[in-house]
């Protein structure tokens, strides 16, 4: 039984009634990707969150940072898998296996991170990321200084904690829009 067919529960807006900019994102994403992300679609109904949206995910995911896009991607998994995101959980688990050549390891991470054998320091920071997810009153000195241990620097942790809060907003966001996943992502790099 495939997934409902809309995009979101509160509609999209037309792509040629964007502006100009947005239309450009929206071709470039067809070009680089074959197909606009359906959050992209989703978060066209507020244009300028939309820029917000893009900016603010480019910045955490894909700028500079001592965390790899593999791990932030990792993160984001194991955040949606928490929060038992839907569409994060299909569109950032196409990533893992995309960046990691592993195609078991974004399903792993989306049902039970525990079960994947990481390295001591990727292990670390998913047991945070998932702390700070669910228990954030609990996050502590001892949870910074165990990921100090296993090599993090003050500006990794810094990351690391803002790709989680990032991914708790977009669950969120997500969940109540009732937003679907392409279904490009079901297929990719298995």
Not at 95 to 115: H, I, K, T, W
């Given at each position: ?7 979101s529960?509160?509609?999209v ?57 593999l ?89 690391l ?30």
């Amino acid at each position: 039984m495939p997934q409902p067919d809309h995009i979101s529960a509160l509609g999209v807006a037309d792509p040629a009634t964007l502006d100009e900019d947005l239309r450009a994102i929206w071709a470039k994403c067809v070009e680089k990707l074959g197909f606009v992300p359906n959050v992209y679609a989703a978060y066209s109904l507020r244009p300028q969150r939309l820029r917000n949206f893009i900016a603010t995910y480019n910045e955490i995911m894909l700028a500079p940072s001592g965390l790899s896009k593999l791990e932030r991607e990792m993160v984001a998994v194991v955040v949606s898998s928490a929060n038992r995101c839907y569409y994060c959980l299909v569109a950032h688990g196409a990533a893992v296996r995309r960046l990691s050549g592993d195609p078991e390891l974004g399903e792993m991470l989306a049902m039970n991170y525990r079960v994947a054998r990481l390295p001591a320091r990727q292990r670390a920071m998913l047991d945070y990321a998932w702390k700070l997810t669910t228990a954030l009153h609990l996050v502590d000195d001892d949870d910074r200084a165990a990921l100090r241990a296993q090599g993090l620097s003050e500006e990794d942790i810094f990351d690391l904690s803002e790709v989680a809060a990032f991914f708790n907003l977009s669950n969120r966001m997500a969940a109540a829009t009732d937003m679907m996943p392409n279904r490009e992502y079901h297929r990719a790099d298995r």
